[in-house]
């Protein structure tokens, strides 16, 4: 199974299949997020849950692990992310590429047509 979590100003979403569970953080750092990261997937192990990749979506520029953000994140500008959590398989991409790439594989919209999204 693909672990996929959204990385918001307010909240961290983790969807495991088709099962949403959504937090409130208050993060003030990357070492914040990546320990509530990691202490999810320590409880999805311990249930025996086999994850194969870990797909993280998190707004502003992603740029080869480096992530621009001024917005309410503003404390990851030029932080480098790690291209491991744990032991897993990691890719970190804009949120709004993976709701476009959500969109268009989930419902089925015809991905040889323009497609505009409005994200706020």
Do not use: C, W
């Amino acid at each position: 199974m693909n672990l996929i979590i959204d990385i918001g100003g307010t909240h961290i979403r983790f969807l495991l299949n088709s099962i949403l569970i959504k937090e409130k953080h208050n993060f003030n750092s990357l070492e914040d997020i990546l320990y509530s990261i990691e202490n999810f997937i320590k409880s999805l192990e311990r249930n025996q849950k086999e994850i194969l990749n870990i797909i993280i979506g998190i707004p502003g520029i992603v740029d080869n692990y480096i992530i621009y953000n001024d917005g309410n994140l503003n404390y990851l500008f030029n932080l480098v992310l790690p291209k491991k959590i744990m032991n897993y398989k990691t890719s970190f991409y804009n949120d709004g590429d993976l709701a476009v790439i959500g969109e268009i594989n989930f419902n089925k919209l015809n991905k040889d047509k323009n497609i505009m999204t409005l994200l706020f």
